[in-house]
Structure formats: C-alpha cells, structure tokens
C-alpha cells in the first residue's frame, strides 16, 4: 500500500506537489515521482508484493496511461490469468501492473472486477484527464480540491490542506472522470445499501453458519497472501481472535500484538489465547497516567478523525502500530468491521427489524469517515498495510441477507459468527462479551480527560476544511432512542457539545483518572505481574 499525489493543470507546482508528497512519507519507504507538462505525479510506495518491480507511478506500455494505486488487489492472480489469455505480456509479478492492464482492457468497468482495498488515480497522458476510483467499502481513502487551474489528488487530508482550498472526499464505491478546469464527476459503482437486495434471506442457522465460515475463511486466506510476516491486533475479543487463529493456521510466520493497561481484559485473553496458540506475543503495557497530551496531538495529526470516540481509538492504537514498525511487520490483519455487520452494538436490537436494518446500513456507510480512516491514518502513519477481512464485499453481502434474530440470539451479540466457528474458538474467548476497543484496555478513561481539546487541535492540522469535529453520533443516537431520523437532525441542529456537556465530561474524566491517585496513597503496593483473573 502507499500514498499517492496527483496534480494536474497548467498552474501544477512541483515546490507544493513536493511538499504534499513529503506529507505522506510515512506510509511508505520508498518516494517515486514523474513529472510531465501538466502532470505532477507522486507515491511515497510501501513494497510488499514483487518489492523490487512494482514501481509507480506505473505507465503502460504504449506510455498513453499512468497509474498511481494505493491498496491490494487480492484477485490479482485470477485477472493476471484472465488477461495472459487475451494477450498481454507482463513485465512483473506486481498487483500494480495488473490493476493498470485491466483497466486497458475493461476501461472503467475494472472496477467490478477487483477484489481489494483500494484507492487510484490513472492519467489519460493524452487527453490530460484523470480516472479516479475508490473501493466499495472505503477501506483505502481518496480526496480531493481544486485550485486556479489545477486539481490536486491525494490519499490524506494533510496533503491537500498544503493548497489551502477545500477537501472533498471520493465516495467509498464510487469512480468517475476528472480533468484540470471541468467539475468533477463520480457516480456509484456498487450500492452497498442494496447489496444482498436481489438474494433470497438467509434464516436457517446452520445454513448461514456454514456461509459465514466460508466467506469469512476465504477472505482471510487471500489476506495472507504474502511472503512477508503478518502480524495481528489482537484484543482478546471475537473478531480479533478468529484473525489470528485462522492466520496461525495458514500462514507459517504471524506475530500478535496487543495494548493496553496493566490488569485491563484485553492483556488477559489476548496472553492466554497466543500462549495456547504458541503464537509471538507483543504486548504494550500502557498506564492511564503515560498517555499525555502529545499523545493526543499526535493521534489527531495522525488521524484525521472528527468524531471524539474515534479519536481515543485513534490514541490507542497509535502505540500498536509503532510496536510493529520497530518490529519490521508490514501487514496486519485486524476485525474491524465485524460489530457493523453481525449486530455488536446494542442498537441493532433495541428496535424493530426494519429500524435495526437502517441502523445496520447506516454504519457500514459511515465506516470510510469512522473506523476504517482510524485503521488507516494509525497504520499507514508507520508503514504498517492494515488488511480488514470481515470487510470483504462477499462477507459483506452475505451480512445483508441474514435477520437480525441471527446475528443477536440467546443474550449473545454476533451469535451466528461464534456458532459458525464454535469448534474453533476457545470457550473463554467464545463466550467473551463485546467491549469497545479503548474502554476494554483500560486507556479510554484517561484520553477523554483531554476532550475539550480535540476540537482546537484538530483545526490547528487545518482539517476544518474536509469537516470539523463533531458529536459522536452513538451518543446522539442513544439520546434520540436508536431514532435515525431524529438523531440525524439532531446532529445537523448542534453538530458539535455544548460547553456545558464538555465541563460535565471533563468533571466525569477527571474523577476516575483521579481515582489511581488517591487508591495507590491509601492501598498497599499491587505486584505489575498481578493480572485479572479471566472469567471461569
């Protein structure tokens, strides 16, 4: 994966197209550029397959077309098979070379043949114009601005922020042509809200548990399509669990690598899971008290986020991809998107089942600007290529065809995906509640003591010019009774708190990060090792 610039237009600065360029070096090692009259063309490319040929931007043979791509095709065995028997002679082993040969061969139609994460940009050398394309989930991102006679292209918001125009973001699932001096045009190529519309309910048990395991161990195995090691995020939950047992099953070299507070659950069940798997365990013991403010100042630059509770995700997992940075990882697996899809939040089951429906679509619309950007920007910020399995389109249109009595069932949320791989999951791990990723490392508590900041900081990086920071909309929508109509014009009527409501959750922060203090004066030294005993 990378991080791409594009500049095209007569004004196109190569002093400003740098500096972008230079804004994205993290998610890469290595800076490859082409410079042509009207075209300025960047990736700062993170090599992870054929490491020495892929390079970009990559230009096709006749030299008309030139691609900037950002991602993972996992299907890029079967295309390069397809496109062999028509006639195309390749000059690598790379997903790059293949990607930029379909389009050749498909024009703009390419896009429903990938199987990927993905973001792209290929230039018509000839014409000047550009055609842009994004993945259907938006696991990779894209924006974009405009200035006097010139459009720029680029996976990050602090690249564009550098040209002091608006950013507007490419729409997960959409593509189009742009050129310099003309509007930008992007139409949907999948609509994700009626995915699964036209495929009959899955609704017997056993049947949906067989399709889930098979979708989901299919979409994990071509994520560990590499040579190099992968590492996993593991929590100790459901989702991050399957990861990393279906990783130790397939691939010959995985690493686990977990955050959080000393005695906090996650640290528990993720140490007992890799010890029973007899899997490489990193484990980041952080301290409430060591999370500072810089810490905070870097997730916010790092992320780009603009809900509150993304952002302290965001400062939890900045410490799990630095650790895998250091350790040489350059692919992960994690469980994102899970909860969205197999019913993880209450909300899914607190109303009827046409509600629960438009609630379910809702999230997994809103995950490209939630989740999957902090996934990203956390990631990509220390060259580590974050792969999110439950996110595979089949997964995902096979999510939208079972009820909602199967995802929520007995007192259990994702009932359907702990029985589909019940044989498989340790019964600790099995029967493990859903907790929210910050509040379950025990760090949550002590970054919300520095909400009322995150707003200034974050218009500080000048990411006010994509959107400011908002109300998280799960509290919003808690308020409203899991209403989406009304939580949604309540989000338009007062997007961001009150300075009323942020005075009570800092009073609130303040009280339990002071609660250690007064604990620890009072209470007999605790041993580190002293761990919290996993239910029986």
């Known amino acids: ?21 230079g804004t994205l070096s993290p998610r890469g090692a290595v800076t490859e550029t082409r410079y042509e009259n009207g075209l300025l063309a960047g990736v700062r490319r993170l090599p992870v397959v ?38 195309y002679e390749f000059r690598s082993t790379s997903d790059t070379e293949v990607v930029l040969a379909a389009f050749e061969q498909w024009g703009d139609q390419v896009v ?33 601005s405009r200035t006097s ?97 279906h990783a130790a099953q397939l691939h010959p070299d995985c690493v686990a690598v977990t955050v959080g507070a000393p005695g906090s659950p996650d640290l528990a069940y993720a140490r007992r899971l890799a010890k029973d798997l007899g899997v490489p365990h990193e484990v980041i013991e952080l301290r409430p008290r060591d999370i500072r403010l810089a810490d905070i100042r870097e997730a916010i630059r790092l992320s780009e986020l603009t809900e509150y509770g993304d952002i302290i995700n965001a400062v939890v997992s900045v410490p799990i991809f630095r650790r895998l940075r250091d350790l040489g990882v350059r692919v992960v697996l994690t469980g994102d998107g899970s909860d969205e899809l197999f019913g993880g939040y209450p909300m899914y089951h607190e109303v009827g089942p046409e509600a629960s429906r438009r609630l379910f679509l809702h999230k997994i619309r809103n995950l490209c600007r939630t989740e999957l950007q902090r996934v990203d920007r956390t990631s990509m910020g220390f060259g580590v290529e974050a792969r999110v399995p439950f996110l595979d389109l ?54 919300r003591l520095y909400k009322p900041l995150f707003a200034r900081l974050h218009r500080s990086f000048g990411y006010h010019l994509l959107e400011s920071v908002r109300r998280d909309f799960d509290s919003v929508l808690t308020r409203c009774g899991n209403d989406l109509d009304a939580a949604l014009a309540a989000g338009r009527a007062r997007p961001d708190y009150t300075v009323l409501e942020h005075a009570r959750d800092l009073a609130g922060a303040a009280r339990w990060n002071a609660t250690p203090m007064v604990r620890r004066l009072v209470s007999p030294r605790r041993n580190r090792g002293d761990e919290a005993p996993l239910p029986g």
């Not at 395991?213 to 939950?237: C, E, H």
């Open 1 to 21: 994966m990378c991080g791409i610039v594009l500049t095209l237009g007569p004004e196109a600065d190569p002093a400003v197209f740098r500096r972008m360029l």
């Open 50 to 87: 054929d490491r020495e040929r892929a390079v970009q931007p990559w230009v096709s043979t006749g030299g008309r077309w030139l691609l900037c791509y950002n991602g993972e095709v996992f299907n890029h065995h079967e295309l390069r098979a397809q496109l062999t028997d028509l006639g």
């Open 112 to 144: 429903t043949r990938l199987r990927g994460e993905y973001a792209l940009a290929v230039v018509d050398q000839a014409t000047g114009r550009a055609y842009l394309a994004r993945d259907p989930l938006g696991v990779k991102p894209l924006y974009w």
């Open 149 to 245: 006679g010139c459009l720029h292209v680029a996976s990050e918001v602090k690249a564009l922020v550098l040209v002091g125009a608006p950013v507007i973001e490419v729409p997960p699932g959409h593509h189009g042509w742009v050129d310099a001096d003309r509007q930008v045009r992007l139409r949907p190529y999948v609509d994700l809200l009626a995915l699964g519309a036209d495929r009959p309910v899955v609704d017997d048990p056993d049947e949906a548990a067989l399709l889930v395991r098979a979708a989901l161990t299919d979409s994990i195995r071509v994520r560990l399509d590499t040579d190099l090691t992968v590492g996993v995020v593991l929590s100790g939950g459901l989702d991050s669990s399957l990861a990393l047992l």
């Open 394 to 447: 089949a997964l995902v249109e096979l999510a939208m065809r079972l009820p909602v009595e199967l995802k929520s069932r007995d007192g259990q949320d994702k009932w359907i995906v702990r029985r589909a791989f019940a044989d498989l999951l340790p019964d600790y791990i099995r029967r493990r509640p859903k907790n929210p990723m910050s509040y379950s490392s025990g760090l949550h508590e002590r970054a």
